[in-house]
């Protein structure tokens, strides 16, 4: 309940439309503290909240790990499940939630908050200014290590955790991944936690673009979260809140314009339109917008990674399940 749980109650309580009916965790002094502030009552045992006939929806935001048999629960209980990123640590498991959602009939939604943060959509609808995107970097580094991260059989996957959201985004960007080239370091201590993490990832668009996502755990470094999306005719560079564009003026010099921070505040908060999106679909009875697969290609790219990272060399990703649409307009 800690953490992203916190977040996603929160947001599902702001909404007229829903309410948190139950929440449940492992630390009782925490969700009685929690359960006091949704008006709601609190469990130890995720199956007596699977279970109740007070819950129409189950939002699964635990380690990653957990993602799969939580969510194939809930929906095995006719539960419509909305799973945080990555819905699965494999594709096996992720195929498997999908066929389970179908015989069921219920809507499945995952967290691609990614796709909706204000510097994302404020490069997503200003593409053009750049001419033809050739090269696209995103670059992460944290002097400490998550707490997710710190170990392996939890973590699941390094590229699906920490490189998901750059590997999203620039799908959402640029399209279908044809192939990843990948490099990852792991350092661990005398009791088999990671304290140092570092993994970047190339990755080849079907349709030319190139990209790098960068991600640093456990070395001491300026913290930093830079997007780079460079142009034919320009640059576009995102960091701490701000938007550089770069560009030649009519004189053909060089000039750099800094955006307004405000101006990416025009979206509401990312997790409430991803959320929200899960939310019409469940009272629409349609198949949710940020489906399992749509995820199912930013997760390949992610699994593929780590086997290239492992076997050190260029590894094909397969095409995307559903077609990636490409919207370059105001959104």
């Given amino acids: 309940m800690r953490g992203m749980g916190d977040i996603r109650a929160k947001v599902a309580a702001k909404r007229d439309d829903c309410q948190v009916a139950c929440i449940a965790g492992r630390d009782e002094a925490f969700l009685q503290s929690k359960a006091d502030e949704f008006g709601c009552p609190y469990v130890l045992d995720s199956q007596e909240l699977i279970n109740s006939p007070e819950v129409d929806a189950v939002v699964v ?20 499940v909305f799973l945080e990123y990555p819905p699965a640590i494999s594709l096996e498991e992720l195929d498997l939630l999908i066929e389970a959602r179908d015989a069921k009939g219920v809507t499945l939604g995952v967290g691609l908050s990614g796709r909706f943060e204000g510097p ?17 970097h995103g670059s992460v580094a944290l ?9 392996n059989d939890i973590m699941g996957d390094f590229f699906a955790l920490a490189n998901f959201h750059h590997i999203d985004q620039s799908i959402d960007l640029f399209g279908a991944v044809e192939w990843v080239n990948a490099t990852l370091t792991e350092e661990q201590d005398s009791e088999g936690n990671n304290v140092l993490l570092a993994g970047a990832t190339q990755m080849g668009f079907a349709g030319g673009v190139v990209g790098w996502s960068q991600y640093l755990m456990g070395v001491p470094a300026r913290q930093i979260w830079v997007t780079t999306i460079s142009g034919s005719a320009g640059s576009l560079v995102s960091e701490s809140g ?12 060089v000039t750099h ?40 290609h930013s997760c390949e790219v992610a699994f593929a990674s780590t086997r290239s990272a492992r076997i050190g060399q260029r590894v094909s990703v397969s095409a995307p399940l559903v077609e990636v649409q490409l919207h370059t307009e105001l959104l």
């Fill in 61 to 80: 935001a635990t380690p990653n790990h957990l993602h799969y048999p939580f969510g194939l629960q809930a929906i095995e209980a006719g539960k419509h």
């Fill in 120 to 136: 994302h959509l404020f490069l997503k609808r200003n593409l053009s200014k750049i001419g033809r995107p050739v090269l696209a």
């Fill in 143 to 151: 002097e400490y290590i998550w707490k997710w991260s710190k170990c």
């Fill in 242 to 253: 701000k938007i550089t564009w770069s560009h030649r003026d009519a004189n053909g010099c």
């Fill in 257 to 296: 314009e800094d955006i307004e921070p405000q101006l990416l505040e025009e979206k509401p908060a990312a997790m409430e339109a991803d959320f929200g999106s899960f939310v019409e679909a469940t009272k629409n009875g349609k198949p949710c917008t940020l489906s399992c697969e749509l995820a199912r």
